[in-house]
């Protein structure tokens, strides 16, 4: 089953705890619109490259189109339309004036200089411009793009405009009207919400043992902020190798030698000579089914499939990535009563600040990172209630109450817009 029909699965459960018509269903089902286009870019050596793009909107009952851009070979129609619906889905479990979107390009971007890269982001942005908009669809960062990336993105549809609307793209650098907090949002957003499910749960507040796969922008912020917190991280993976450590790894240690070698893999030429890391390696599904308090997968779609579900260890998942749990997957951790924290509500910290910066860019106010921590935190905390309290007075997963509050909002909007 593709991943834009195996995302539509999840809608099922939520239909027995609510009801809505039809015809809305139709409509959630429908992405808005699904555009598709080809950026030509020349390499540094003189060729002409190509490749596939995307911009989808799913939905705007609630507001603009919201949704990052990702650059990765994977990327194609089906998974941006998923991740647009998602988007859809996670906005309005957040509480946020935003319907769902999403954009890519389908890329090996680890295969372009930083020229190339940049000829390529401003290349998506002239291919899109006329669709984007601060009240229209407003990107952000996803897998294997970033701040600076927002930055080239901005500046170009800025001087095609001729007009200074930096609102419509937000992960931005902070000197072109980025938020504070936008960084570590997603990490430190995904972290409140585990925080407050703990004290639901009576779980102790500090010593859990954690793995996280995937040590991006996400994986890496989670892991500080949850090590600073009194946590022990004992696995850490990226797309290059898996890594343990009974007592626990020095984050930040992790992190410099991420940035330096640029993979955590043990043996790195580099400079012209070799670098050992002093870590153990495990393999990858080792990491996913040790023994845990949190397991954290904050990487790829699909990585818990229902063979590797039936031997997770860990008591709770917090999806920080979108998609990770296969829908087969999540009924054997039910089963299993491992409690999974849906990826629409765990990782909605970057789309919540996202959501500040945006509101800083249009009112040209902005808030220190201190205002923006304990907005974030006031938004986390109680869209984790409304989804607890959903889940426990229906008898249901967190996911599905989730999906059931988020169709609720969904569908009232589209009732009064008839
Ligand atoms: P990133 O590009 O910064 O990092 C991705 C990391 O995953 C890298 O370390 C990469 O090596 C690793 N990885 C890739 N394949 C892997 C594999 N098979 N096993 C282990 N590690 C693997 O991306 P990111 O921004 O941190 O996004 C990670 C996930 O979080 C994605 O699913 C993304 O959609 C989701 N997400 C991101 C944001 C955000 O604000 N960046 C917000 C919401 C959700």
Redesign the pocket.
């Known amino acids: 089953m593709n991943l834009f029909n195996q995302a539509l699965l999840r809608l099922k459960p939520a239909l027995e705890h609510i009801s809505v018509s039809d015809e809305f269903l139709e409509v959630i089902r429908t992405p808005e619109r699904v555009f598709q286009f080809a950026i030509r870019i020349k390499s540094d050596d003189g060729r002409v490259r190509v490749f596939d793009a995307y911009r989808v909107v799913h939905s705007t009952l609630l507001g603009p189109g919201k949704g ?1 851009i990702r650059f990765h070979p994977n990327v194609d129609e089906n998974e941006t339309k998923s991740l647009a619906f998602w988007m859809t889905i996670k906005c309005a479990v957040a509480g946020l004036p935003y319907g769902g979107a999403k954009g890519g390009v389908k890329v090996n971007s680890k295969s372009l200089s930083p020229q190339e890269l940049e000829r390529l982001s401003r290349e998506y942005v002239r291919g899109s411009w006329q669709l984007l908009g601060e009240d229209s669809d407003i990107p952000a ?4 793009t970033n701040s600076k990336i927002m930055g080239w993105m901005v500046d170009e549809y800025c001087k095609i405009k001729g007009s200074f609307e930096r609102g419509v793209f937000t992960g931005k650098p902070l000197s072109m009207g980025g938020s504070l907090g936008r960084e570590d ?2 990490g430190r957003g995904g972290f409140y919400v585990l925080q407050t499910i703990q004290k639901f749960l009576g779980l102790p507040k500090t010593g859990a043992r954690i793995a996280i ?7 890496a912020s989670f892991a500080k902020i949850a090590a600073n917190d009194g946590h022990k991280i004992v696995a850490i ?3 290059s190798t898996a890594i343990y450590s009974e007592e626990g790894f020095d984050i930040d240690a992790v992190i410099a030698y991420k940035a330096k070698f640029g993979t955590l893999r043990g043996v790195t030429f580099k400079d012209g000579e070799f670098h050992e890391t002093p870590h153990s390696t495990i393999l ?1 599904e080792d990491l996913l089914t040790m023994d845990l308090d949190f397991l954290v997968p ?3 779609e699909d ?1 818990i499939n229902n063979k590797i579900a039936e031997n997770v260890k860990a008591k709770v998942i917090v999806e ?3 998609g990770p749990v296969t829908p087969e997957a999540d009924q054997i951790l039910a089963e299993k009563k491992i409690v999974v924290i849906p990826d629409v509500l765990a ?1 909605s910290g ?1 789309v919540t600040v996202s959501y500040l910066e945006w509101v800083q860019n249009k009112t040209g106010y902005y808030w220190t990172e201190k205002e923006v921590f304990e907005k974030l935190r006031e938004k986390m905390v109680y869209a984790t209630e409304v989804i607890w309290h959903f889940s426990k007075d229906h008898n249901c997963s967190l996911r599905t109450a989730a999906y059931s509050t988020a169709l609720t909002r969904l569908y009232r909007a589209y009732e009064e817009q008839k």
Do not use: E, I, K, R
């Open positions: 990052g960062p996803d897998m294997y949002a997603t796969q995937g040590f991006g922008n996400v994986g993976s990226d797309s990858h904050a990487a790829m990585s920080l990535a979108n990782n970057g």
